[in-house]
């Protein structure tokens, strides 16, 4: 190592340190009273555009409702147009200003060039994009036959929102508006079975933490990381190893309890209103990411030992033991998800 690295070896770590000392209070002041501003003033978004990717159906379906309640004008997009018709459908009784369905496929770019194009060319302006679509799977990556399934769940979870923020952004910024990002917890949880999913996820997180830098204060941006939610996710629509969507069921959320994609929708909406810049929802997640810093070997050997490693004289994981020979699934399992149609 050269002299000058070995030199900041030594300084930059104490000396950084000393400073963030130094600055913190400050900032942390700065930040509680901006937290306290917000939370009594939310923006409001009465006939305000909204632009909502995966909205035929759990999580993005809800987004629209709460939206939809605060006077707001929708654009919902998905590929499943008999759904959307009736999303937009319950949108407009729970009060949305005006609603406007668009067909569409988030992991091609001609398709979200044509859904922000038809969005302005609509309404006119464009306030807010929520980017919700997205995509697992449900195998462990050496036992993909091929690359297909991981190209599909690129595509969709990440392509999908990189699109439709590319082509948005020139629309945001005359209005100085905000990008509601749903990410996840497996952006820095290495949930097993769901390896190119997560990578995905962390690409998501890095991408949108990047464009606060490059683009200031003119668009607000907030990235939303739930953990299992209810939604086709967590009642088992994954994509295989050959880029198809199959339904298997408790793969991957095991005796973990899953929030409801209302109550996840409440905080996402309600964060992005208040400028926050991350929401966890539920909030016990964020105990993990001590976990991920401090302990992570940890984290691995307890995902391993669930999600992994087979139990004594079986194929199956513990995780689908514990699912079928206790009431996990009646305690933490919406009744949506405990259905086995």
Aim: charge should be neutral.
């Amino acid at each position: 190592m050269d002299p000058l690295h070995t030199l900041l070896n030594l300084v930059i770590p104490p000396s950084g340190l000393s400073f963030l000392a130094l600055v913190w209070p400050t900032l942390a002041f700065t930040n509680v009273f901006q937290w306290l501003l917000t939370t009594l003033f939310p923006e409001e978004v009465v006939r305000k555009v909204v632009l909502i990717t995966g909205a035929s159906s759990g999580i993005g379906e809800q987004i629209a409702y709460e939206y939809a309640k605060r006077g707001a004008r929708l654009a919902l997009v998905a590929r499943r147009e008999n759904l959307l018709q009736q999303v937009a459908h319950n949108a407009k009784k729970q009060g949305a200003a005006d609603v406007r369905y668009i067909v569409a496929d988030v992991s091609r770019e001609e398709d979200c060039k044509r859904l922000v194009e038809e969005t302005i060319n609509y309404y006119g302006r464009l306030d807010h994009l929520v980017n919700n679509a997205g995509l697992t799977h449900s195998f462990l990556f050496e036992d993909a036959s091929d690359a297909a399934g991981f190209f599909e769940v690129m595509n969709v979870t990440f392509w999908g929102a990189l699109y439709p923020t590319y082509y948005a952004l020139p629309h945001l910024r005359k209005t100085r508006g905000k990008i509601l990002v749903n990410d996840s917890v497996a952006a820095w949880l290495p949930f097993p079975r769901m390896s190119v999913y997560n990578a995905a996820k962390a690409a998501l997180l890095n991408l949108y933490d990047t464009l606060r830098v490059e683009i200031g204060t003119e668009i607000g941006i907030t990235i939303a990381m739930p953990g299992w939610i209810e939604s086709e996710m967590t009642k088992g629509k994954f994509a295989t190893d050959e880029g198809d969507l199959t339904l298997q069921r408790d793969v991957h959320v095991g005796p973990f309890p899953v929030e409801y994609a209302e109550e996840c929708a409440k905080a996402m909406v309600s964060g992005v209103l208040k400028g926050r810049r991350y929401v966890i929802v539920p909030f016990w997640y964020s105990v993990f990411l001590l976990y991920r810093l401090l302990a992570p070997e940890l984290l691995e050997w307890s995902y391993r030992l669930l999600f992994v490693a087979k139990a004594p004289g079986s194929d199956t994981p513990p995780s689908k033991i514990l699912l079928e020979t206790t009431p996990a699934k009646e305690a933490f399992y919406p009744e949506t998800i405990r259905k086995s149609e």
